[in-house]
């Protein structure tokens, strides 16, 4: 996946500009599209940057307990597989 050219907090900081400022004029402050921030504000809508760093928190936390799950899975069929075997 590409990375973008903003970090999530930067992009809540310039929403927030957008909501006080023209859109147009922000975007071309910041060198964006009009439609990148419309898709930004579809994706961040109200958030300020500390939910944004909770998200972020959240998120690889999430990924973690995924991966320990699946581990825990493949060790519960190798389990049954040992089993199986031994009948």
């Keep these: 996946m590409k990375k ?3 970090s999530d907090e930067q992009i809540v900081r310039i929403l927030r500009e957008a909501d006080t400022a023209p859109i147009a004029e922000v ?3 910041h ?3 009009e439609a990148s921030i419309y898709a930004w504000r579809k994706r961040f809508g109200e958030m300020m940057s500390d939910d944004v760093k909770r998200l ?3 998120e690889s ?3 973690r ?3 320990l799950l699946a581990e825990r899975d493949l060790e519960i069929e190798v ?3 040992i089993n199986a ?3």
Aim: aromatic share 8%; glycine share 12%.
């Design 4 to 6: 973008g050219r903003y």
């Design 27 to 29: 975007a071309k402050r």
């Design 31 to 33: 060198g964006v599209s």
């Design 56 to 58: 972020k928190a959240l």
């Design 61 to 63: 936390e999430n990924g």
């Design 65 to 67: 307990l995924k991966k």
């Design 79 to 81: 389990m049954k597989e």
């Design 85 to 87: 075997k031994k009948w």
